[in-house]
């Protein structure tokens, strides 16, 4: 009924004009009968409608037939679910039968690339599509989740369980050392700004996912070089789902209620193994410091909670106004108490065009509004290692909120030991609310001087705040709160002594994009060939503000803070300008060739270095379309692509002024006393004017194969990338600058890989439908220089920060090795296989146990990478799932390393933490850091969901689809790891926010 | 045809428009800081404020490690923010590799300064050098830029900035040797590979300087506190002289003698009447601060660092020491001295009944009494009958009797019949049970103890209590629940620690900050200037008086005795006891180590103390370890260096 009555109001007052004109016409009967192209079976059920009057229209019948009566010029638009939308002109024919093309995979289907789209056939590149339907199931927040396993060469893993957390990306491994390994984001042609904002846990949170039609991988150079000096790390284009011309009016509902759980602890000692313990092994002056309490502290600080996620969007065609609508509202809870993420973000498509179609508009605005609540992380830690003797809060003291806090001889909280984690996330406000909004305008414009000339321009925005007010509509802030009270903020109990916290910052980004093109295409009848050439100017300015004021909770007799911890502000911008130009040419359609050419030029570098020529060249040869090949009908794809090309980077992380010499006043808190008189000191800063680009070479091979029918297809690649001049901080010969590290290009990486996939479409009967994809990647990378100077005895840069000790890493960078290689002691097993204390293997057989005796063992990074996924159809039924597997990925148990040493149990200071129950593997008394016992192969299979849903249609009359869903996220993983989770991000496992389990009711509704 | 000329023209002009725009915006790409805190070079050195605002960040060098106290815009890289404070890695490198302390942490690399057993990639010796480094590369830039105007306070600014790379030069000289790199203000800031130099010329370079700018910087008393005065490059000239057998194999003991003359004749320092406000938040009070020649200075809100004193004091306080009593909010439980140095700070060897034992020489029969008091009180393993000390039966009547000494207050004990625990008693209140619950004792403290087998009684009666009282006021050691011993390293309870730092003020309140100290650190003080006046007449300085130099450490000791009962004569004064003198008046202030080395005894086997060369009873170690060695992060960057010998 609803539905109806929208009909006729848009009727009424959209589409009156165009309701005159058209029956003041003569009308002709159009009828045909529509086919499954590769199959020729009919196919009932396909829409049609009369572009430009969606309220005209009819579906075909069982026997795949139809009939409409319209204008001889009318066009009727064929649209069914998995299939691609034509539309064809009438011109006065009474007979139109139709073959529909299925949209899986299909070469002649559109691929976004930079600056344009692409037939699939003709892409020369290596590129990755993962349309909407193959997106993942499940409790998604965030782009980068739909995506996650489905590309070979592309690893996702989520940052952490917190609510809204993002994931790192890493597309064919990364290839810079100390600059970003991050993709660049695309989305509907606007960069986004990579880096988050403040009180934002995810930079890419504030697209909405639900609003995203299709994601592009683009993998090697000659498909990313057109994005130049961001491109070495790949680029992931975003397209946005829009209206279309003739649109019938769409109404879609999309709910999500979840419920996590975390049912994962560390294994810790209990209440009273750990009573026995004490009593043990240490002395009762020690043992005097047990309570009798029995607290779980990891129940204490997880609990379980309902998520849930609401979308609407609304997609139709206003007068000749194509347009979408959406709304979202998701709201998620963190299984850590407190912590949660709620989102509100909307967008506008509106896609005119005008002037007999030469001229295309794309209007995209999109905003976010999220709050977020942060819990203290630490609090995850601290209550694996809180003494399960004491209680949560004393009976009868409200002095620290109530909560049990260790105590030092003068009744003062002991700075050094533990906080009561519970304290730490419920005493710990820390809360934001952020803005995002981004937008663009692109205008399409065939030249009407200049025949086959398209001019594009596309100017958008990306404006994120968080505390101030630069989208003027609503307030957001980002502000931490810690009363007076709370023993993690004290100082002392004087007047004169700060308490508590009260922070409140300010950040806001706004980067600005401006892109002209011109695009020309020719059919070379003569000489069989297809030219399609691409110029085009890019200029974008990004600016970032932000401020920080800390100061303590408790007040003096005036009124103001006991002490300002705090209270900065700063700014920064910079600006890439860039030309850039492509050319593709094909002969005889069986001769593909691309060049592209881009000049980036940034002010992050000297003038002299500012610029960087980012060339690609790419062929591919369709081996199918020969003359030995034709007869083999089973085969219907074999392309052979070679490519090569050059990208840059410079997104270093070391502010935006690296090569000016400045100088930094002090905060009032670094200042120096000349009498009585505090001065404000200046610092030069260190700088480098010979910085320049980082280059990546990308060289890569791949065959895209498709057989049976299209039944099986996929691709084969390998490729051997090596980047130069890489982005790297290293020592300054000591004198020479006003640092002992800089940024400067030194060192080269080379990293290699194959990657293969398949998908396979098992089953594809009128009623039931079964498709297989399933992808495996092999990387390997390996440091080949870090130094100006090649010296053997030089260990490399050591990174990989663990917890334990002030500076403690793990990792190491050296030349010949991989990146981030574990370097660790080779560890000694006494008759019953524990692990001796302080007793390695002296490798060099020197005599001595020294560092020399050091060995670089495995890395973070896995071998291999498996995905696999699969959707199963049967009439109104579907079933989905999702698994990923990684192998030869490495993780240093940090959690054991640092908490199952006996001599940590007990402190001279007088407190007590527990070790987790890995002390029994390893009984050793003091931190042995460094011991190779603590590494661990974590190799694992992650079912990361399982779906099943049923759709009903023209359900109560009103409906017109709907579809119920059940899924489970994070079903299960198989390791042989000994810590909570096998997937860490950077291989050092230190109390990882837990990844929760999700069971998910999933509802979508079109109207 | 009009058409097509229309179409090519028009396509022209909108190319030429396009490319018009993309040029024009080119020149966004030359972009300078918006941000107000960021000031570029050309506009930073204007008026002579602006001079003094750098010139303050040389001084800052020292003292604070960054933009933004206490940390989160550091000076120097590749190291924790707070390690990589000047005086905190001065006083790492001149006190823990030698007997004045021995550190419980477990930081990379920091263990090796325990033993004497660094290497070329050692984080802290990385540290050291790059801020020495630092504060030159700064001090070039400046005097750079001094030199070119002529107002008379910024030549006065110029001549600070010359003592101060005078001074971070001569650390590089004592501590890394004389073939380190040189860098003047003639060197350009970028990318080159400076040539080393050489002792001798480094020495010849650091002494011209040092008397260039003597003459130009204010006399003493005319400048502000905390900056550079003449007395301060009198005091350093005079160290470098006193050294420099070691540095260049060349004796200078007259001009250490005539500079030191210098600043005790012609600058009005004066003594402080307490030694122990020299190390308190206050310390820059002028009745305490006319003492210090040249400060560092600190303050708990304005000056904020984990380094410096704030880790001085943080470090020694942990085990049963109140972290209030020192101003500070809690202790990090680093920090403690060898027995090997206790022996010299004892000059009098007042026993602080340490393992006192009763004498058993005619073998009568003797019970046992173990406890968790044992291992701090002198008597090895707690709770081990098999080392605990004996009561003896004089009479062979089953009363025993005899003094134990208990170190911590409230401790356990129980009395065993054997070195074993077949037979033991325990109970309460005088009276004695079998295997009765642990007797408890009061305060720490010297014991008279007597057990009565027959009556099944004991008495306990207090003879003395355990703070022993020093003559010396600078021996401001803590035992309480602290061994003498030092059996693991990272123990914080094994071996005694000092009291001397401190955050509260010398009317007994706290500095401004309880994590942040107040406290100056004296780089250099009249004091040592005294012992290094008294050290060069010994080694026959030209013009020395024996006599003034007696009178000198006679005026330091009175200071520390409050009378003449500590005074010495001129037989007494040798360089035997000169050197321990100087552990007496200076320890944890970051000279020990080079003072050993001057008289040999900082490496190889002359002189061994507890845990030098990585065993317990000590052992000797290389001459390598006399300097440390370049680090290999220089090395690997500056292909002109050579490694020193040894690494």
Wanted: aromatic share 12%.
């Amino acid at each position: 009924m609803k539905r109806k009555l929208i009909l006729m109001l848009v009727m009424v007052f959209g589409f009156s004009a165009f309701a005159v004109s058209a029956f003041a016409q003569s009308q002709i009967t159009v009828s045909g009968t529509v086919t499954e192209a590769e199959t020729g079976n009919t196919l009932p059920g396909v829409n049609i409608v009369v572009q430009g009057q969606p309220d005209r229209g009819t579906a075909t019948n069982l026997n795949g037939e139809y009939s409409i009566t319209v204008e001889p010029d009318a066009v009727l638009i064929f649209s069914y679910l998995g299939f691609i939308r034509q539309e064809i002109a009438v011109n006065g024919r009474e007979t139109i039968n139709v073959q529909m093309q299925s949209d899986v995979e299909a070469l002649d289907e559109l691929v976004v690339i930079g600056y344009g789209v692409q037939e699939r056939g003709d892409n020369t590149g290596s590129v990755n599509v993962i349309s909407s339907r193959d997106f993942n199931e499940g409790a998604i927040t965030s782009p980068e989740e739909l995506f996650q396993g489905r590309a070979a060469g592309v690893t996702v893993t989520s940052n952490s369980g917190a609510p809204g957390a993002g994931a790192t990306i890493r597309i064919r491994g990364g290839s810079s050392l100390s600059a970003s390994n991050n993709p660049l984001f695309v989305v509907d042609g606007l960069p986004l700004e990579e880096s988050g904002i403040s009180g934002m846990r995810n930079p890419l949170n504030s697209i909405n996912p639900n609003d995203i039609e299709s994601i592009t991988v683009l993998k090697d150079a000659s498909a990313t070089a057109i994005y130049g000096s961001r491109a070495s790390n790949g680029v992931v284009l975003i397209t946005t789902k829009r209206g279309e011309q003739g649109q019938p009016l769409q109404v879609n509902y999309t709910g999500r209620y979840a419920y996590q759980t975390n049912n994962d602890r560390v294994d810790v000692l209990g209440s009273g193994e750990f009573q026995s313990l004490v009593n043990e092994r240490f002395s009762e002056s020690v043992a005097s410091n047990l309570g009798s309490d029995t607290t779980n502290w990891q129940d204490q600080v997880f609990r379980d909670v309902f998520s849930q996620d609401h979308n609407i969007s609304v997609t139709n065609s206003y007068k000749n106004i194509p347009y979408r609508v959406s709304l979202g509202f998701s709201g998620n809870q963190g299984v850590l108490k407190t912590s949660y993420n709620d989102r509100i973000s909307g967008s506008i498509a509106l896609n005119p065009s005008f002037l007999d179609n030469s001229l295309r508009t794309e209007l995209n605005f999109r905003g976010s509004r999220i709050n977020n609540r942060f819990a203290d992380g630490g609090a995850i830690g601290t209550a694996v290692s809180f003494d399960p003797t004491q209680p949560v809060h004393v009976e009868g003291n409200n002095q620290f909120g109530g909560y049990f806090t260790w105590l030092d001889g003068d009744g003062s909280p002991i700075p050094i030991a533990p906080a009561n984690p519970l304290a730490l996330i419920e005493q710990r406000n820390d809360e934001s609310t952020v803005h995002r909004a981004l937008g663009n305008i692109k205008l399409d414009y065939d030249l009407p001087v200049a025949e086959n000339i398209t001019a594009t321009l596309n100017a958008g925005f990306d404006y994120s705040d968080v505390g101030t007010d630069v989208l003027g509509i609503l307030n957001s802030s980002g502000k931490v709160r810690v009363p007076e009270n709370a023993a993690f903020a004290w100082t002392g109990g004087g007047d004169d002594n700060a308490r508590g916290n009260l922070t409140d910052y300010t950040q806001s980004k706004e980067n600005e994009l401006l892109d002209f093109y011109l695009n020309y295409t020719k059919d070379l009848e003569d000489y069989d060939s297809n030219l399609d050439l691409t110029l085009g100017y890019s200029w974008e300015h990004h600016e970032e503000r932000g401020s920080n004021f800390s100061r303590s909770a408790n007040t003096d007799l005036d009124g103001n803070p006991v002490d300002v911890f705090n209270d900065t502000n700063y700014a920064t911008e910079y600006y890439i300008v860039s030309f850039f130009g492509r050319a593709n040419y094909s002969f005889k359609d069986k001769y593909l060739l691309t060049a592209t050419l881009r000049n980036d030029g940034t002010s992050r570098f000297s003038e002299d270095n500012r610029w960087g020529l980012f060339p690609s060249f790419a062929l591919a040869w369709k081996l199918n379309e020969e003359n030995f090949l034709q007869d083999t009908d089973w085969l219907s794809e074999l392309k052979l692509r070679l490519g090569y090309g050059v990208t840059g980077q410079q997104r270093i992380g070391q502010g935006n002024y690296p090569y000016l010499p400045v100088y930094t006043s002090s905060e009032p808190t670094a200042r120096y006393s000349f009498g009585n008189r505090f001065i404000t000191t200046l610092r030069p800063e260190g700088y480098n004017v010979d910085l320049k680009w980082e280059e990546t070479t990308t060289y890569n091979i791949g065959v895209d194969y498709s057989i049976l029918d299209e039944r099986f297809f996929g691709s084969v690649e390998a490729f051997y990338r090596e980047t130069e001049d890489l982005l790297n901080v290293v020592p300054v010969p000591a004198g020479t600058n006003f640092t002992n590290r800089i940024l400067s290009n030194v060192g080269n990486l080379e990293v290699q890989g194959l990657e293969f996939d398949i998908t396979g479409r098992l089953i594809s009967t009128e009623n039931t439908f079964m498709q297989v994809s399933f992808n495996a990647t092999y990387t390997q990378d390996e440091i080949t220089k870090l130094t100006t100077v090649d010296d053997p005895s030089f260990i490399g840069v050591e990174t990989g920060g663990i917890a334990g000790g002030v500076g403690n890493t793990i990792q190491v960078h050296s030349v010949g090795h991989p990146r981030n290689s574990f370097f660790v002691f080779e560890q000694v097993y006494n008759n019953e296989g524990l692990p001796v204390e302080g007793l390695y293997v002296d490798r060099n057989g020197d005599g001595l146990i020294n560092d020399n005796d050091k060995y670089r063992l495995e890395s973070p990074n896995p071998d291999l990478t498996f995905g696999i996924s699969s959707r199963f159809e049967h009439k109104n039924w579907d079933a989905s799932f999702a698994a990923r597997a990684n192998v030869g990925n490495y993780v240093y148990n940090n959690v054991a390393s640092n908490n199952a040493i006996f001599s940590q149990i007990t402190n001279t200071t007088g407190f007590l933490t527990n070790p987790t129950s890995y002390i029994f593997d390893a009984p050793f008394q003091n931190a042995q850091y460094r011991s190779d016992h603590y590494l661990e192969d974590a190799s694992f299979i992650r079912l990361d969901n399982v779906s099943i849903g049923y759709t009903v249609e023209n359900f109560l009359d009103v409906v017109s689809s709907l579809r119920i869903s059940g899924t489970v996220q994070n079903v299960f993983t198989l390791t042989e790891y000994s810590g909570q989770d096998p997937e860490v991000f950077g291989g050092i496992d230190n109390n990882l926010y837990p990844r929760p389990r999700t069971f998910l009711l999933g509802l979508n509704l079109n109207f | 045809m009009l058409n097509t000329k229309f179409r090519i023209l028009a396509a022209f002009a909108l190319l030429a428009m396009v490319f018009g725009i993309a040029v024009s915006c080119t020149g966004d790409l030359s972009t300078t800081p918006i941000d107000d805190n960021i000031t570029t070079s050309a506009n930073v050195y204007e008026s002579p404020d602006d001079f003094e605002q750098v010139l303050a960040k040389l001084y800052a060098g020292f003292s604070v490690t960054g933009q933004q106290g206490p940390a989160g815009n550091a000076d120097i890289q590749g190291i924790d923010e707070g390690f990589s404070s000047y005086i905190r890695q001065l006083w790492v490198h001149q006190t823990l590799p030698t007997e004045e302390a021995i550190v419980a942490w477990n930081d990379p690399g920091l263990p090796d300064f325990n033993f004497q057993s660094w290497g070329s990639s050692n984080d802290f010796v990385m540290g050291m050098y790059s801020r020495i480094y630092y504060e030159i590369a700064l001090t070039n830039e400046f005097i750079r830029e001094a030199q070119q105007r002529d107002e008379a306070v910024i030549q006065q600014y110029l001549a600070e900035a010359r003592f101060l790379r005078a001074l971070s030069y001569w650390h590089g000289l004592d501590m890394f040797g004389g073939n380190i790199p040189f860098v003047t203000e003639e060197d350009p800031i970028g990318a080159y590979q400076p040539e080393p130099t050489n002792a001798d010329d480094l020495f010849a370079y650091i002494e011209s300087e040092l008397l260039a700018v003597a003459d130009e910087l204010p006399a003493a008393g005319s400048v502000e506190y905390g900056r550079a005065s003449r007395g301060a490059a009198w005091t350093l000239l005079a160290k470098l002289y006193l050294n420099s057998e070691v540095y260049t194999g060349t004796q200078r003991y007259d001009e250490a003698l005539t500079y030191a003359q210098n600043v005790i004749d012609q600058s009005g320092y004066q003594l402080a009447d307490n030694y122990d406000h020299l190390f308190m938040a206050d310390n820059d009070r002028p009745e305490v601060s006319r003492e210090i020649i040249f400060p560092i200075r600190f303050d708990g809100d304005n000056m904020q660092t984990y380094g410096g004193t704030n880790f001085i004091i943080h470090a020694q306080i942990g085990g049963n020491m109140s972290a209030g009593d020192f101003g500070m909010d809690g202790g990090w439980a680093g920090h403690r001295v060898t027995p090997d140095f206790i022996e010299i700070l004892n000059e009098n060897k007042v026993d602080p009944f340490l393992g006192t034992t009763t004498e058993n020489p005619d073998g009568d029969p003797e019970i046992y009494v173990p406890g968790g008091y044992q291992a701090a009180s002198g008597y090895t393993t707690n709770w081990t009958p098999a080392e605990a000390p004996p009561l003896v039966s004089d009479d062979q009547n089953n009363v025993y009797t005899g003094q134990v000494y208990f170190a911590i207050a409230g401790a356990e004990f129980k009395f065993t019949a054997e070195r074993n625990w077949n037979a033991n008693w325990g109970g309460a209140n005088g009276t004695l049970v079998p295997d009765g619950s642990n007797l408890v004792i009061g305060d720490a403290g010297l014991y008279d103890i007597t057990v009565d087998l027959n009556t099944m009684t004991y008495t306990v009666t207090l003879i003395e209590a355990s703070a022993p009282e020093f003559a010396d006021s600078r021996t401001n050691i803590f035992t309480d629940g602290q061994s003498l011993e030092i059996e693991s390293v990272q123990d914080f309870n094994q071996g005694y620690t000092l009291t001397k730092w401190s955050n509260m003020t010398s009317t007994g309140q706290p500095g401004k900050n309880l994590q942040f100290a107040d406290t100056d650190f004296p780089m250099f003080r009249l004091a040592d200037v005294y012992l290094i006046y008294a050290e060069a007449t010994v080694r026959g300085a030209t013009g020395g008086d024996i006599n003034r130099a007696v009178d000198l450490v006679n005026e330091l000791r009175e200071r520390a005795y409050g009378d003449a009962s500590g005074n010495i004569t001129t037989g007494d004064l040798n360089l035997d006891f000169i050197i321990d003198e100087r552990a007496r008046e200076l320890h944890w202030e970051a000279h020990r180590r080079t003072d050993l080395r001057r008289f040999g005894q900082f490496t190889g086997g002359d002189y061994v103390w507890s845990w030098k060369g990585e065993t317990q009873e000590g052992a000797p170690t290389a001459e390598t370890f006399d300097i440390f060695p370049i680090p290999s992060t220089d090395i690997n960057s500056n292909l002109n260096l050579t490694q020193n010998p040894g690494y």
